[in-house]
């Protein structure tokens, strides 16, 4: 699916030149990435050509890890330091993002009743 889409948008030449094919030497930057597969992240981590993608900002659910430090250190080593943890998410950014420079977090008035 996300080989159609890049090249529905023409972004992407032909099926061989696929974001997972051996032939690609193009590089995609995406937005955002929210990843959440019950448990498996880690699994699906490990199979994104990460020479071939570029993430602004990945949300993982990791309630289901049991190495979050684990994932942490990974996600370090890929180029992206966690931002923030949420109640069962962790935002990741890109190393040198804007964001990181920024130490307020606006939550809603009740958040603690969520």
């Known amino acids: 699916p996300l080989d159609q889409i890049l090249r529905e948008e023409g972004r992407m030449s032909s099926p061989g ?18 990843l959440d597969v019950e448990g498996a992240e880690e699994l699906v981590l ?24 684990q994932l942490d250190f ?10 923030h943890e949420l109640t069962i998410d962790a935002l990741y950014v890109q190393r040198g993002h804007e964001a990181l420079g920024r130490h307020e977090f606006w939550y809603p008035e009740d958040w603690m009743a969520w």
């Open 17 to 34: 030149n696929s974001v997972g094919s051996d032939n690609s030497t193009s590089k995609f930057f995406i937005d955002l990435m929210i």
């Open 74 to 83: 990974e996600m370090s080593m890929r180029g992206y330091l966690k931002l």
């Open 46 to 69: 490990d199979t994104i050509p990460w020479d071939r993608l570029q993430f602004g900002a990945m949300l993982i659910e990791d309630n289901k890890i049991k190495g979050i430090r």
